[in-house]
């Protein structure tokens, strides 16, 4: 999208300003050098690494409202944090004020009604396990320590996509606070254009105070994480086999070295490996039935697959919730045919990260049920998401990754189309229009004209408001 004019500009402020803010803010406001501050500042993006000039954690809407007009009436930019994935690393900037959400992280849920309320700052792990104590769950996604309105906004892969549809499609009303300071519910029947660019449209639209999602049953699982040789035909299988699975096995397909876990045998970890991780919500006689055909595709290197509760599925993905100087590249594909693992296990061995990952997250069923134009999210028709990416030890190793996952893009091209919104990094306008069909990206920005005409949300993916819905980049 055109570069922002306040790009840059730190304005400075009056301490006394400050401190009057803060005195009547209900909430912490965290100044530079004050305890705290630099801990707050960190997100998992390590390349972010940015000196905010106000980072305040409000503990209710209202004082989000306020953090907003402060910010607009001194000319800061706003920065918002809840969980702090953001692969761009946007929740947080120089000189920005950064709202973090991580003082409002409540959850409600009530199992006669199936229906589970969280508050903006809540991780998905905090939703999944008070679920949980009620056989219940949501359809997030596969890592405990996101934040639920980043995965929301976007649209929500995971393990229950292909049975019940992306997080958006359990999404039942959103709260939030919008550039001119209202507390604004959407739902579908409450500011219903709102609500279907919500979801999809990422956090061009104000800040999520609260989400209220239908809930799902989810007690005991059959799943776990199968750990096979990392080969063509192992890889090309897997992929077939989840893509022609019941739609109550939704896994997640992991090229990477075998991590030194207590289930890998010492002699495997460190070394490539397809790691499959994912859940049968349903019978285990019939879960073991649809794991067998995986387990018959290769001697593992390691099996825990069996019966656990949801959400033990997360603790897979514990690894990942360390901030890390990483290069994540995506894209959508129909098929993974013998040419394109191939491709993709060449390129995994030419990673210079000291850690990588070829990620496979096959779509499909209730995903594709979903009209397309009912949601924001542009790719309800894709089979298969491609994810490359590399991790390097220090900052000053991020080119080298982010070569090396530019070039898994390019080479994914011919077959690639599109991306997903959420695992973008900043790769400029035209991978931001990749996410989105054109129609549903011109309506998306008459939807921020309307709500946001002067872009005070900008840290983000952004999509520039515009009645015409043709100014968009």
């Known amino acids: 999208m055109p570069d922002d004019p306040r790009a840059g500009q730190v304005p400075k402020l009056d301490p006394a300003a400050v401190r009057a803010f803060a005195a009547a803010f209900d909430g912490e406001v965290l100044d530079p050098g004050t305890p705290g501050y630099e801990a707050a500042a960190v997100v998992h993006q390590q390349r972010a690494t940015a000196a905010p000039r106000?980072?305040?954690?409000?503990?209710?809407?209202?004082?989000?409202a306020d953090a907003i007009a402060f910010a607009r009436a001194h000319g800061l930019e706003i920065a918002v944090r809840a969980g702090g994935h953001s692969a761009a690393g946007h929740g947080t900037g120089d000189g920005v004020l950064v709202i973090d959400m991580r003082g409002m992280a409540a959850v409600r849920v009530d199992p006669e009604a199936r229906r589970a309320r969280a508050e903006g700052?809540?991780?998905?792990?905090?939703?999944?396990?008070?679920?949980g104590e009620h056989g219940m769950t949501v359809a997030l996604g596969?890592?405990?320590t996101v934040g639920i309105a980043g995965i929301t906004l976007g649209g929500g892969v995971g393990y229950l996509s292909r049975a019940h549809g992306l997080t958006i499609d359990s999404l039942l009303a959103v709260e939030l606070v919008t550039a001119d300071g209202r507390v604004v519910t959407a739902s579908a029947t409450s500011e219903p254009e709102l609500f279907w660019a919500l979801r999809g449209g990422g956090g061009n639209f104000g800040v999520v105070t609260a989400l209220e999602y239908r809930m799902i049953p989810a007690g005991m699982v059959y799943g776990g994480a199968l750990v096979l040789p990392a080969t063509?035909?192992?890889?090309v299988s897997v992929a077939r086999l989840a893509d022609n699975?019941?739609?109550?096995?939704?896994?997640?397909?992991?090229?990477?070295?075998?991590?030194?876990?207590?289930?890998?045998?010492?002699?495997a970890i460190g070394k490539p490996a397809v790691m499959v991780v994912g859940v049968y919500n349903g019978d285990a006689a019939a879960g073991a039935a649809a794991w067998a055909p995986f387990r018959a595709l290769a001697t593992p290197i390691a099996d825990t697959v069996g019966p656990l509760p949801y959400p033990a599925i997360y603790r897979f993905s514990e690894a990942a919730s360390r901030p890390m100087t990483t290069a994540d590249r995506s894209t959508f594909v129909d098929v993974l045919d013998d040419d394109?693992?191939?491709?993709?296990?060449?390129?995994?061995?030419?990673?210079?990260?000291?850690?990588?990952?070829?990620?496979?997250?096959?779509l499909g069923g209730a995903v594709a049920d979903t009209p397309a134009d009912a949601t924001a999210y542009g790719h309800r028709d894709a089979r298969l998401l491609v994810v490359a990416i590399a991790a390097a030890a220090t900052p000053d190793g991020a080119a080298a990754v982010i070569a090396w996952a530019d070039a898994v893009l390019a080479g994914l091209q011919p077959r690639g189309t599109g991306v997903y919104v959420s695992f973008l990094e900043d790769e400029g306008d035209a991978r931001i229009r990749a996410a989105y069909p054109a129609d549903t990206l011109s309506r998306l920005s008459r939807v921020k004209a309307a709500w946001d005409p002067d872009n005070v949300f900008h840290h983000n993916q952004n999509i520039a408001p515009s009645v015409s819905g043709i100014g968009v980049g």
């Open 245 to 267: 699975a019941p739609r109550e096995l939704g896994v997640l397909v992991n090229v990477m070295p075998a991590p030194p876990a207590p289930f890998v045998p010492a002699e």
């Open 232 to 235: 063509r035909d192992v890889l």
């Open 54 to 64: 106000l980072i305040v954690r409000p503990a209710r809407a209202a004082a989000v």
């Open 142 to 144: 596969d890592n405990a």
């Open 340 to 362: 394109v693992a191939g491709f993709l296990l060449d390129a995994f061995a030419l990673s210079p990260g000291v850690q990588t990952i070829i990620q496979l997250r096959v």
């Open 121 to 131: 700052g809540t991780l998905a792990g905090a939703l999944v396990r008070a679920a």
